[in-house]
C-alpha cells in the first residue's frame, strides 16, 4: 500500500485544490428566438433545433 514519506504542506494541498471550484454556465439569448440557453450549445425551441441563431433540425423532438 502507497505510504507518503513526508507530510503534504497545507500550501502544497491548498494549490492542488484551487481548481476544484464551480463555475457558472455561460448563458446567452438568441437572437432569432429570444430563448435563453448555454453557449456554444444547441437548444430546442417549439419543437425545433437551434444552433448560433440558426435553424438546424425542423420539427426536432
Not at 514519506?5 to 429570444?34: C, F, Y
Amino acid at each position: 500500500m502507497a505510504h507518503p514519506k513526508r507530510k503534504i504542506s497545507k500550501t502544497r494541498r491548498d494549490k492542488r485544490r484551487t481548481h476544484d471550484t464551480l463555475t457558472l454556465k455561460q448563458l446567452s439569448v438568441d437572437a432569432t428566438t429570444g430563448e435563453v440557453h448555454r453557449r456554444h450549445t444547441a437548444h430546442v425551441s417549439e419543437g425545433n433545433l437551434y444552433y448560433r441563431g440558426k435553424l438546424v433540425v425542423e420539427n426536432y423532438q
